[in-house]
């Protein structure tokens, strides 16, 4: 068998995931980016089993499985992260995520959707 298509089709999901993680804005979509990159690997790890005659029996197999364990636990951690931020933030864009000490609140006007400064009583 020639894995050269399976080891292309990898490459390329790979490569973009990778322009995902650099691009995107969106959390949500920084985590799908990243799913894409675990899936090449898998994609990888399962061909050159097929392929090369190793010590272990399908070694790439079972490392394919503790990839797809990783990736689930790194979804569920990773959008728990993001349910959060956007409870705190009003948005999940990962420009404005703080990285330093202590950020200032958001209003609460600015999250249920209210323009902030006007008065409750003005409000229809």
């Known amino acids: 068998m020639r894995p050269v298509i399976p080891y292309v089709t990898a490459a390329l999901l790979f490569g973009i995931g990778v322009y995902?993680?650099?691009r995107r804005r969106n959390a949500v979509l920084v985590l799908m980016a990243v799913e894409l990159m675990l899936n090449a690997v898998n994609?990888?790890?399962?061909?050159a089993d097929t392929t090369v005659r190793a010590a272990l029996p399908h070694s790439g197999q079972v490392f394919a499985l503790f990839v797809i364990v990783l990736a689930a636990a790194e979804i569920g951690v990773g959008l728990?992260?993001?349910l959060q931020l956007y409870r705190l933030r009003a948005s999940v864009t990962v420009d404005d995520v703080p990285l330093g000490e202590r950020a200032p609140a958001v209003p609460d006007e600015?999250?249920?959707g209210r323009p902030a400064g006007v008065p409750d009583e003005v409000r229809p």
């Open 20 to 22: 995902g993680v650099l």
């Open 110 to 112: 600015v999250r249920q």
């Open 80 to 82: 728990a992260i993001v």
């Open 43 to 47: 994609l990888v790890l399962v061909t």
